[in-house]
């Protein structure tokens, strides 16, 4: 596997899945919700966070201690309206490569 390091570009700062958040939008924003359209917004969302929890499951083991960090200072999808307790952190600075 190649080595990445763990960066935050500016979306990632407020958020740690903008993505998704633009596909739950995209989803469930609809003028009419019919029946059908509801049970299709729900199973993509629930499909969505299951696949949410896989993903940050390996970015633990890839980035440990720096991911849990981040995780613990940023929102998964839906953004502050108002600052962190702990204020804003930074999360992009080079991070300790993982050996695998």
Not at 46 to 65: K, P, S, T
Not at 82 to 96: E, F, L, V
Request: glycine share 8%; net charge positive.
């Amino acid at each position: 596997m190649a080595d990445l390091e763990f960066r935050t570009p500016w979306m990632y700062r407020l958020l740690r899945h903008p993505i998704q958040l633009g596909i739950l939008a995209g989803i469930w924003a609809t003028p009419v919700m019919t029946v059908g359209h509801c049970v299709f917004a729900t199973c993509m969302t629930a499909y969505m966070f299951v696949g949410l929890f896989f993903e940050e499951r390996g970015l633990v083991r890839r980035f440990g201690q720096r991911y849990l960090t981040y995780r613990q200072n940023v929102p998964k999808v839906i953004p502050r309206l108002w600052p962190s307790d702990s204020g804003p952190k930074r999360h992009d600075a080079p991070s300790t490569r993982c050996a695998d």
